[in-house]
């Protein structure tokens, strides 16, 4: 990522390890990268919606953090793109790897018993994720944690893909559908990286609102945000027909989708 023309911001010279592709304080002296600041919005406002339904649906604390992880991110992510400092990178890469440990949990331990804990891999995860921090606090090498965070996802993947082809085959859409999600955006964000003066001089020659589009940073966050929501919607899935509760996507507003769980009849 080549690091874009120094202009004076709110923010002061940026202190992370990393600078994205978009130009830093082009749109406004108050936020560092505007369009990678404001994505996050996806990784946000739905996924504390999402923990609010959960709650009411009185399913398991587990779930109601997953959601909440992913809002975590965003707000790290949206500290972190708005100020690109160091201190609000660690906000932002930390939280990924702590809530992607709670989607693995819940991925391999959704054919356990309700209200059953699982020490081992909760003293696993712990250690996986306490281990990462360490080591990346004193070896600031942002690969090291993008390799972490793809250990943990290559997890998720081979599990949603064993469960959906010999347990609940009728759950492939909305599996694949994450899945796909979430690779459009990691491909846009190595195209992002790989072709930043490319893009840059795109930005320059085009219209300001056909450039904002090719922002593909930005839109790693909403296809990310939405392939990791939709992911939360699966292991719910997956939970709730394990625990013989009757669960079904519905679109709010006819565009944004959500899990409904009917309530438990008492004989």
Request: charged content about 15%; glycine content about 6%; aromatic content about 16%.
């Amino acid at each position: 990522m080549a690091p874009s023309a120094r202009r004076l911001g709110l923010w002061g010279p940026p202190t992370s390890t990393l600078d994205w592709c978009e130009e830093n304080y082009e749109v406004t002296v108050y936020v560092a990268e505007f369009w990678n600041t404001v994505s996050n919005l996806i990784m946000i406002l739905p996924p504390l919606f999402g923990a609010l339904q959960t709650f009411r649906n009185g399913l398991e604390f587990r779930y109601i953090c997953s959601f909440l992880g992913l809002a975590a991110v965003g707000v790290g992510s949206w500290c972190f793109h708005m100020t690109l400092l160091y201190e609000m990178q660690l906000l932002d890469e930390l939280p990924m790897i702590y809530s992607t440990c709670v989607f693995v949990y819940c991925l391999y331990e959704c054919f356990k018993q309700e209200k059953t804990v699982g020490l081992i891999p909760i003293t696993l995860l712990f250690v996986f994720s306490m281990s990462v921090s360490l080591v990346y606090l004193q070896w600031k090498e942002p690969v090291f944690h993008q390799v972490m965070y793809g250990v943990l996802v290559a997890c998720l993947v081979m599990r949603s893909i064993f469960i959906v082809t010999w347990v609940y085959p009728w759950l492939r859409p909305l599996c694949y559908a994450s899945l796909a999600i979430f690779m459009l955006g990691f491909l846009l964000w190595n195209i992002d990286n790989i072709f930043c003066e490319q893009l840059r001089t795109s930005r320059r020659v085009l219209p300001p609102g056909l450039g904002v589009l090719t922002q593909f940073h930005a839109w790693w966050h909403i296809f990310t945000g939405l392939g990791s929501y939709l992911h939360i919607l699966l292991s719910l899935q997956i939970r709730s027909t394990f625990l013989k509760r009757r669960a079904k996507v519905k679109f709010l507003c006819g565009v944004w989708p959500t899990l409904h769980i009917e309530p438990q009849r008492t004989s």
